[in-house]
């Protein structure tokens, strides 16, 4: 049991509320910078005859180590602009997350942000909210997901490092991967052993290995959208 005086914040506990009112408007259909840090700014990806009004998916894609959004936009942009959901893509403020640096703390600030400047232009589908990474963007996507499971529905991992999980919430579905050939992050001390402990912590798990070096995968993404949106179950 932890002790209750921990800080909700440098635990990764997010302020964000997906029900705020909109109070402003939509913007177009594409790639569109959200204006809200000189550096490094969110980016989101608007599919084209969105309805502001209209529940929408929400997925937020977390770059790995040393990335930024333009080199793991490829990872789900596609699927955002074909399948109809809003993709969020943040950017850490130093090479990598914060939470891989020191812990919590501008990141999730930053995200905070990010995320309430969506809710206040579209209207979000409370039951597809989606936290996706890849590397340390994985690792961060694992650990604030399950952290933040009052909102976030859906996490999806590729090929994370590691989880740091100090407060849990909710009960989101895990999409787990992991290629077989890693030897950046070797499987068996990431995605074998936080499949373990996902699964003995009751999550519903999907988990997937693949033959693949530490790199996200085209096919497995095109599936973790599909366990995403309900349409598909991986076998």
Same mark, same amino acid.
């Given at each position: 049991m932890l002790d209750g005086a921990l800080d909700p914040g440098l635990a990764g506990r997010l302020s964000f509320t997906p029900d705020a009112p909109r109070t402003r408007p939509a913007l177009p259909a594409g790639r569109n910078d959200l204006g809200?840090?000189?550096?490094?700014?969110a980016l989101l990806v608007v599919p084209e005859? &969105?309805? *502001?009004?209209?529940?929408? %998916?929400?997925?937020?894609l977390f770059h790995g180590g040393g990335g930024s959004a333009q080199k793991i936009l490829p990872m789900m942009e596609q699927h955002a602009v074909s399948r109809g959901f809003l993709l969020l893509v943040p950017q850490s403020l130093f090479p990598t997350w914060d939470i891989? &640096?020191?812990g919590n703390g501008p990141d999730r600030e930053r995200l905070d942000q990010a995320l309430a400047e969506v809710a206040a232009r579209?209207?979000?589908?409370?039951?597809h909210i989606a936290f996706a990474g890849h590397s340390d963007g994985g690792s961060y996507a694992l650990s604030?997901?399950?952290?933040?499971?009052?909102? +976030?529905?859906? +996490? &999806?991992? #590729?090929s994370a490092g590691f989880m740091s999980v100090h407060l849990q919430e909710g009960? *989101?579905?895990?999409?787990? #991967?992991?290629? &077989?050939e890693d030897t950046q992050i070797p499987i068996d001390r990431s995605g074998r052993a936080h499949a373990r402990l996902l699964k003995a912590a009751g999550y519903d798990l999907t988990y997937?290995?693949?033959?693949?070096?530490?790199?996200?995968? %085209?096919?497995?993404?095109?599936? #973790? +959208?599909?366990?995403f949106l309900n349409d598909a179950a991986p076998a």
């Open positions: 809200l840090f000189a550096e490094r700014d005859g &969105i309805d *502001p009004a209209a529940p929408t %998916p929400l997925m937020v891989v &640096i020191a579209y209207t979000l589908d409370p039951a604030l997901g399950l952290t933040n499971g009052r909102f +976030v529905t859906h +996490v &999806i991992v #590729s009960a *989101p579905r895990v999409f787990l #991967s992991h290629g &077989i997937m290995e693949y033959h693949g070096p530490h790199a996200w995968q %085209p096919p497995v993404a095109a599936l #973790s +959208v599909g366990f």
